[in-house]
């Protein structure tokens, strides 16, 4: 079995947190790493490959990217565990993100279950294999671009995603959400506090064309 030797990868290094941060200005909020480890409790295998972490370098990866979810009006899906999924650190950066950090896949739960594309994506462990693969490179072709390039269409699009992904947004604190979801007692001003500091961040606006 091949092991990940792209840099990328690096567990030290969140790659979400500064994608964020370069395209919108927005962070994670502080109760995230909580919120992770409570996750991976719970889900502690890779959906893609199977492996665990004592095999892996698991991760929690967002369907749809938190920050583009905060600027369209959704900080519940940061912590919604039906926009959360388990994958390795691998499995992560090329099928979650299909190389590409600044990007998401849109279709990653069909892709996940080997329902579309090519199931040999599960067994593929290192860019090398990724890029020797015509399915892969083609499905990456088609990624969404960074959200600065979106387009007017592209934004409907994406909030169309978010109906058809996820239920309208709750109307619950999100104190209470994520005590519901995973048994976390903490404030609502520790969750709200990185939403109070991207205000001004100069993030784009989803009304606006790009």
């Not at 941060?21 to 909020?29: L, N």
């Not at 499995?91 to 892709?111: A, E, K």
Request: proline content about 7%; hydrophobic content about 35%.
């Amino acid at each position: 079995m091949q092991q990940s030797t792209d840099p990328q990868s690096t567990p030290q290094v969140d790659y979400g947190a500064q994608v964020a941060m370069q395209d919108t200005g927005f962070q994670r909020s502080p109760i995230w790493q909580r919120v992770e480890k409570a996750f991976l409790d719970r889900n502690s295998t890779c959906m893609a490959c199977k492996r665990n972490k004592t095999q892996a370098n698991l991760q929690v990866h967002h369907m749809l990217p938190f920050h583009l979810c905060r600027l369209f009006q959704r900080p519940d899906l940061e912590f919604d565990p039906t926009n959360l999924m388990t994958l390795c650190d691998v499995h992560h950066l090329y099928i979650g993100h299909l190389g590409d950090w600044q990007s998401f896949n849109q279709n990653v739960q069909l892709d996940i279950q080997a329902a579309t594309r090519d199931p040999a994506w599960a067994t593929l462990f290192d860019k090398q294999a990724f890029d020797a693969d015509t399915v892969w490179v083609t499905t990456e072709d088609g990624r969404p671009k960074p959200v600065q390039q979106w387009n007017d269409e592209f934004k409907q699009h994406f909030t169309d995603l978010l109906t058809k992904l996820h239920s309208p947004a709750p109307q619950e604190p999100l104190s209470q959400l994520v005590y519901q979801w995973y048994g976390l007692k903490v404030s609502e001003s520790e969750i709200t506090s990185a939403v109070n500091a991207d205000v001004g961040s100069g993030a784009p606006n989803p009304s606006s064309s790009q």
